[in-house]
Every structure is written in C-alpha cells, then in structure tokens.
C-alpha cells in the first residue's frame, strides 16, 4: 500500500447519522468561569450553512492539552439557522514556537456539505491582551485578524460567526 | 530548541482535493477562496483527543444487529488498517462510519430520496482500532442514491469513515468506495481528487481472506493519516 494520506472526501448532509453519538457541546460542566461562543456559519451568499458541525480542541485553564483523554473535545453541530453553541472554560496560555507563549485559543475544524476536506481554524478571544504578542496571530494580515476572534456580547457571553467566502472570509490555516 | 514541535508532512501534489471544484456544485459557495495561511504545528496541532473503548456500545461494530431484526440487503464483512505515513500503525484511535441502507437510503429527515427506509438499519457504527491499527466491522452493502447535483447525478455506493488519530493534524473525514462501481467515473465527488492512484485508494477491494463462507463477503480499506516530519518544522 501506499503511504501517502488518504484523500479527505466531504462528511456530506447526513454526517450526524455517524457523528451523532460524539457530539459534546459542553465543556465546562459546573466548573468556575464558564464561558459561552455562539455564532453563526455562513456560505458565500450570506447565507447560513445549516448542514455542518464544528470540532474545538482546547487546553484546560492551566494551558495543559489532555494527552490520555477526549478532555478538551467539542463537537458542536449547527441548527437549522446555522446556529452553534458551546460551554467551555477560557483555556491557559500554551507553548508557540521559539520560546514564544500563545494566546488562549481554540483550535477548529470546520466541516460541512460541500467542503471536501475540512477547513482547519482557531478562535481567539477578544478581550485577552496576550493576543498581541501571539504568533499565530502574528501570520495574519491584521485587516484579517478580526475573523478569528470571538468577541464578548452584552449578556457575558462571545460571539464569532464563521464566513466561508466574501469579504469577511474566515481566516483558514494549512500546517 | 526543546520547545520546537515537530508538525506533519504536507500532502503530495494532488493527492488531495481542493476546497472548490465546480463539478460538485455546493462546493462552489462553500469552499474558502483565499489561500489558507501556512503555520508551524504547535502544541495545539499535534495534540488531539484520546477516546476511550469505554465510549462504545454494545455491538457499535455491527450494524447488521440492535435494531430489531436483520436489515435487508448483503451482508458484509468491512476491515483494513490504520496506518500513518510512516507506515506505523494508528492504535487504538477512534473510527466513526456511517451510510445508506441497502437500497440507497439515509436514516436522515433530509433525505427525501423515494427509496424504502430499513426499520432494521439506522446506519452508524463506531470501531476503536486495536494494537496494530486494526479494526473491523459487519454491515450491509450501501445503495446509489440520486443527488442533485446535475441531470441523473447518482452517487457510487459508499461507506463514510471519520479517523481521529493521534493529532487534530491528522484527523481525516473520507469516504470508502466499493471495486467496479460503474459511477466512480461520473461522481464529482471521488473525481475531485486530481490524482488518479489517490483516488483509487478510496475503493475498497474484495478481501477473500475475511469473507466467511456461506455468509458475507468482505472488503478491505486501509486509511493512510498524515505522518510526523522527522525534523522540527523550520521557520
């Protein structure tokens, strides 16, 4: 057999038949200082994507990544308006590269009808003076930043809407 | 430097589809237009979730059982290995897989597809691979169904497999094709990988060592993740 990665082929509209069993949209369970990120996926008419599903990999406030457990996994389907919703705990800072530290993060695939190969991301948070100094961030042209950062709503709770095209692209990483 | 992570190889020149391909037309508004930013792998990317064999159900790897009865359709037998591209196996990772029945229907309120619905068959089934990267499950041969994509746009019948491995840098959604489908070559979907080795390492081939005489054939898929570079990524 080859060792070359097998090609990624879309989850398709009916995904949640097998991911049904895994989906998990809350993290936080009655830990202190749960947060909330709601948003919105959107296609490139502005129009919300209704069949898709948003996978988050986090580390705990500590900034420590689970290395034996689904700790720290969120998989959040979108509703029939294109809506997702998750709990979770604002996550510590981690290692970048070069002796550099990250900023708390999140880091996402997204996956839908449509998409033949997921379409990897991350989400910030706006009110985190360490974003200035992350190096992830560091790559993005600024007028684009804004796109990964989810930012804190009246009622407490962050708000990131997810833009597949159009001039609100969605910043998407290759590594 | 101790903190240096070492990422994964990058994927051979179209080995992989892009995000738009306009044969498959909801990839037209879908896919991301811009070049994805490249970035070094970090602690964020090369860890990822570790599930337990404690998740699954009973028979989670047959889905020829548990729902009342025997489905209809052939019985088969579908089993291969997880592997990296290292050749190394992928151990005890998890693999989610789901599908239409027998007659090309989904188990999902959107799929309005004229076909009869299987009260003996929802479909999903979840695997853990074992030691050597193995896994195996029982189910039926999945249908064609019709899309609509374009004029008479039949999908080959498939098996969707959904593979965690080790790292979210590895995790990979794909589908798993059956040998001598004749819509192969007219699917948009298998067809948008430009690679033609590539994509023929989506089907599947018959497997004569595990068909059980008498009651199923079996077919043999082998799903291939990303492997670890050797060196640190350089900036």
């Not at chain 1, 990250?102 to 989400?123: E, S």
């Not at chain 2, 994927?11 to 391909?21: C, E, K, L, S």
Request: glycine share 10%; hydrophobic share 35%.
């Amino acid at each position: 057999m080859s060792f070359q990665q097998t090609a990624s082929q879309t989850v398709g509209p009916y995904f949640i038949i097998g991911f049904q069993n895994g989906v998990h949209t809350d993290n936080a369970g009655d830990q202190a200082g749960a947060v909330t990120i709601h948003g919105r996926v959107f296609d490139g008419k502005g129009t919300p994507v209704t069949d898709g599903v948003l996978e988050f990999w986090q580390a705990d406030a500590n900034g420590h990544y689970a290395d034996a457990s689904d700790a720290g996994f969120l998989r959040v389907p979108l509703d029939a308006d294109g809506n997702f919703t998750l709990r979770t705990v604002k996550p510590g800072r981690v290692a970048g590269p070069n002796g550099t530290l990250q900023a708390p993060h999140l880091v996402v695939n997204v996956f839908m009808r449509g998409l033949l190969k997921h379409a990897p991301t991350r989400v910030y948070f706006d009110d985190e003076a360490a974003n200035g100094e992350d190096p992830i961030l560091a790559l993005v042209p600024v007028t684009r930043r804004a796109t990964l950062i989810a930012k804190p709503s009246t009622d407490g709770s962050y708000v990131w809407d997810l833009h597949m095209q159009g001039a609100d692209e969605t910043v998407f990483f290759s590594y | 430097m101790s903190d240096e992570v070492r990422g994964y190889r990058k994927p051979f020149w179209n080995t992989q589809p892009d995000y738009i391909f306009e044969p498959y037309a909801s990839t037209v508004l879908r896919g991301p237009t811009q070049t994805p930013i490249a970035m070094p792998s970090t602690l964020s990317e090369v860890t990822g979730p570790r599930f337990s064999r404690d998740i699954l159900g009973e028979a989670e790897d047959d889905m020829t059982v548990g729902n009342g009865g025997a489905p209809q359709g052939e019985r088969i037998i579908v089993s291969g290995r997880v592997l990296d591209e290292n050749g190394r196996p992928v151990r005890n990772t998890l693999v989610e897989v789901w599908q239409a029945n027998a007659a090309g229907r989904y188990l999902h309120q959107r799929d309005q597809h004229d076909a009869p619905l299987d009260p003996h068959f929802s479909g999903e089934g979840r695997v853990m691979t074992d030691e050597h990267g193995r896994y195996r499950f029982k189910t039926i041969k999945p249908g064609a169904y019709p899309w609509r994509n374009h004029y008479n746009a039949w999908r080959p019948a498939h098996i969707h497999f959904s593979v965690f491995g080790d790292a979210m840098a590895q995790r990979l959604v794909t589908q798993m094709y059956f040998p001598g489908d004749p819509m192969l070559d007219v699917d948009p979907i298998f067809r948008a990988t430009a690679d033609e080795a590539a994509r023929m390492r989506l089907v599947s081939s018959l497997d004569w060592e595990n068909c059980v005489s008498e009651y199923a054939l079996a077919y043999r898929f082998d799903v291939v993740l990303r492997g670890r570079l050797e060196t640190p990524w350089e900036q």
